[in-house]
């Protein structure tokens, strides 16, 4: 894909805007049928939490996953079959991915390994991060779906690493496409009808 073809995609959905406390929320729905939400902050014109639901070749409803954004619980502790949802070991590593102005971030909680025990590289040919422990305790190959729109590689010096409180902070810097292509979504945003100003999220990314 391209900065372009996302673009396009953007303006070829149906889309609709609602309000829902200090976030406005989008859905979208492309020509293909698959689904996408998102939940941008209106104080800062940042995304929370983006979702897909994509259409499935075979029978069977297609469920919501997440892109990036913190989890919403469960309300129900059981599933559609009645069968109660697998969870995984709080002692296990999880990743949270979130968006800033100026960077993307993954938070690796559950590894309490020191920092020089951890490698994280920019993989150009699977377009993604890959991270290492020394002690071989810990592997994962993290996509960067926002590069992958913008048709670029993943770069090292981009990179930054942080750890604290046994998690593993990853940052990675937003190349400049990438940020105008964030607001080029917000101003096709601003056609939606809304009960609020697009011109709010506008200005809170761009730092006005």
Same mark, same amino acid.
């Given at each position: 894909? @391209?900065? %372009?073809?996302?673009?396009?995609?953007?303006?070829?959905?149906?889309?609709?805007?609602?309000?829902?406390?200090?976030?406005?929320?989008?859905?979208?729905?492309?020509?293909?049928?698959? *689904?996408?939400? =998102? %939940?941008?902050?209106?104080?800062?014109?940042? /995304?929370? #939490? #983006?979702?897909?639901?994509?259409?499935? +070749?075979?029978?069977?409803?297609?469920?919501? =996953?997440?892109?990036?954004? =913190?989890? /919403?619980?469960? +309300?129900?502790?059981?599933? +559609?079959?009645?069968? %109660?949802?697998?969870? *995984?070991?709080?002692?296990?590593?999880?990743?949270?991915?979130?968006?800033?102005?100026?960077?993307? %971030?993954?938070?690796?909680?559950? $590894?309490?390994?020191?920092?020089?025990?951890? @490698?994280?590289?920019?993989?150009?040919?699977?377009?993604? &991060?890959?991270? #290492?422990?020394?002690?071989?305790? !810990? !592997?994962?190959?993290?996509?960067?779906?926002? &590069?992958?729109?913008?048709? &670029?590689?993943?770069?090292?010096? $981009?990179? @930054? &690493?942080?750890? +604290?409180?046994?998690?593993?902070?990853?940052? !990675?810097?937003?190349?400049?496409?990438?940020?105008?292509?964030?607001?080029?979504?917000?101003?096709? $945003?601003?056609?939606?009808?809304? *009960?609020?100003?697009?011109?709010?999220?506008?200005?809170? $990314?761009?730092?006005?």
């Amino acid at each position: 894909m @391209s900065y %372009e073809n996302w673009i396009n995609l953007i303006k070829s959905a149906e889309k609709a805007s609602f309000l829902s406390g200090k976030n406005r929320k989008i859905h979208y729905k492309f020509p293909n049928s698959d *689904e996408m939400a =998102e %939940e941008y902050s209106m104080e800062t014109g940042v /995304i929370q #939490r #983006r979702a897909w639901k994509k259409r499935k +070749q075979l029978m069977g409803d297609a469920s919501w =996953e997440l892109e990036l954004g =913190e989890p /919403i619980p469960d +309300q129900d502790p059981r599933n +559609q079959t009645g069968e %109660e949802l697998i969870k *995984e070991s709080n002692s296990q590593p999880s990743i949270i991915k979130r968006l800033t102005r100026k960077n993307i %971030e993954w938070r690796i909680r559950n $590894l309490p390994y020191p920092i020089d025990n951890y @490698s994280v590289t920019a993989d150009v040919e699977k377009k993604a &991060l890959v991270v #290492r422990t020394v002690n071989k305790k !810990y !592997y994962k190959v993290i996509e960067i779906p926002e &590069l992958i729109r913008c048709g &670029l590689a993943p770069e090292q010096s $981009l990179i @930054s &690493l942080h750890h +604290q409180y046994n998690t593993l902070i990853i940052t !990675y810097k937003k190349p400049e496409l990438l940020v105008e292509m964030e607001v080029e979504t917000l101003k096709i $945003l601003k056609t939606v009808e809304t *009960e609020t100003n697009m011109d709010d999220l506008l200005q809170g $990314l761009l730092g006005k």
